[in-house]
């Protein structure tokens, strides 16, 4: 089962995206990122243990946004072998530039409706030989948090 985080600042439309990606067979955690009260351990230059335990991260662009691409960079440092799905409608990124092709790669999912083939395309996506030789799948029997 693909394991996919949603970091929406917007708690209904994580509520809602989140309902519909498990209803399609996702397994679906949830962080409101580094607007969220605690302190967003990418933005300190630290792993995070939800980013590391997921499969596919899936970012609404306010999020992204108001932390520009440092953000993106960040993650892309600190968690290279994770696919980054940016949310939104509007049909440009600012200054974040989507290229599928780079390590990890980054998507964008304009619509709801886009969104699940956007994570299917971004589970599926090549990673550098180093990130895959090095790459862990948390074992079944660990529990949820």
């Not at 993106?72 to 599928?100: C, N, Q």
Request: glycine letters at 6%; one cysteine or more.
């Amino acid at each position: 089962m693909t394991r996919v985080l949603l970091v929406y600042q917007d708690i209904d439309v994580a509520d809602v995206e989140g309902d519909e990606l498990r209803r399609r067979g996702y397994e679906v955690d949830r962080c409101a990122g580094p607007v969220g009260g605690e302190p967003c351990p990418v933005l300190r230059g630290e792993p995070c243990w939800q980013v590391a335990k997921a499969d596919v991260l899936v970012y609404d662009v306010w999020n992204v946004g108001h932390h520009g691409p440092n953000l993106v960079e960040e993650l892309r440092a600190l968690h290279p072998d994770k696919p980054l799905v940016l949310t939104s409608s509007k049909p440009e990124l600012g200054s974040i530039e989507v290229d599928e092709h780079q390590v990890p790669p980054i998507f964008h999912a304009p619509t709801r409706a886009s969104l699940p083939a956007t994570i299917e395309r971004a589970v599926r996506a090549p990673v550098a030989p180093h990130v895959e030789a090095g790459r862990q799948r948390m074992p079944p029997s660990v529990p949820r948090w």
